[in-house]
């Protein structure tokens, strides 16, 4: 388990692009074989990836950072497939999870376990848990299910598709809030103009580009901005009083995941272009 704490709207203005990578940027969550963890001091956000190969792998607890026997004993977690089949086991239930399959585990369901179907092509299983009130049953969300909502413009570059997939009007969760959003092609722009939550910490996860591809993350305050050069399957780490936009060299996908103080999609607190520099 890592832990970050991160800097203040006014310390990280000071930054080098290595100190602000170092801060914002998860860079290696997925490692075969491997259960990888971040805790953040942002309203307490693990963020979380495990690549199962020939043996299943166990989330465990962190007693420094939790004080907890198990995982869920306080928290709930949404966790999706980015990569090949796979499935995940809560006590003695299994649920199977294809390829941008989502699974909501709420709080005091169990061990966790992370099993691929294939060791060739194994699962890669993305996770982002925050601390939980109540406990509510695991759901498993089918990509198709989960409701689309198209938005953006060819003219703008930025014609894009939003699934929420844990959402109040869809899955029910203490605080957590997730889904992903998918450019279509000719499309690189998302969020612009671009908003701040300041009662919640967002988490991103890009996936889906290809080698030669990247993104350019914009992150800061509206006066004060900074960039993120992003490649796949790379996470950043939104706090509330920064902006989170971006453009990419070609279309992309990205995991959204939110935990804070409401649930409310809409909450947010927009800014215009003008107000960016």
């Known amino acids: 388990m890592e832990v970050r704490n991160l800097p203040d709207k006014e310390s990280y203005r000071r930054m080098t692009t290595l100190e602000l990578r170092r801060a914002f940027m998860l860079d290696n969550l997925f490692r075969p074989g491997k259960v990888s963890m971040v805790y953040c001091d942002?309203?307490?956000a693990i963020v979380g990836g495990a690549v199962p190969e020939k043996a299943p792998l166990k989330l465990h607890a962190s007693k420094k950072e939790m004080a907890a026997e198990v995982f869920t004993d306080r928290r709930e977690l949404g966790i999706i497939n980015?990569?090949?089949?796979?499935s995940i086991s809560l006590g003695d239930s299994e649920f199977?999870?294809?390829?941008?399959?989502?699974?909501?585990?709420?709080?005091?369901?169990?061990?966790?376990?992370?099993t691929s179907a294939h060791s060739h092509q194994?699962?890669?299983f993305y996770?982002?848990?925050?601390?939980?009130?109540a406990s509510l049953p695991a759901t498993l969300i089918r990509a198709r299910q989960a409701r689309p909502n198209a938005i953006g413009s060819r003219d703008a570059a930025n014609r894009r598709t939003i699934y929420k997939y844990i959402h109040p009007d869809e899955t029910r969760s203490c605080q957590l809030v997730m889904g992903l959003t998918e450019l279509e092609k000719g499309s690189v722009w998302n969020t612009m103009p671009p908003h701040t939550h300041?009662?919640?910490?967002?988490?991103?996860?890009?996936?889906?580009?290809?080698?030669?591809?990247?993104?350019?993350?914009?992150?800061g305050t509206p006066d004060e901005t900074r960039h993120l050069i992003v490649r796949n399957n790379q996470a950043i780490i939104s706090p509330s009083w920064s902006i989170h936009s971006g453009a990419a060299t070609r279309k992309y996908s990205f995991i959204w995941a939110m935990g804070g103080e409401n649930q409310d999609f809409a909450d947010m607190d927009g800014l215009s272009t003008a107000s960016l520099s």
């Open 127 to 133: 996770f982002v848990s925050f601390p939980a009130h």
């Open 82 to 86: 980015i990569g090949g089949a796979g």
């Open 122 to 124: 194994p699962a890669i």
């Open 42 to 44: 942002a309203d307490r």
């Open 96 to 114: 199977v999870l294809r390829k941008k399959d989502m699974l909501y585990v709420g709080k005091g369901a169990g061990k966790i376990e992370f």
């Open 198 to 219: 300041q009662r919640r910490t967002e988490v991103y996860l890009y996936f889906g580009l290809d080698p030669d591809s990247l993104v350019v993350h914009l992150m």
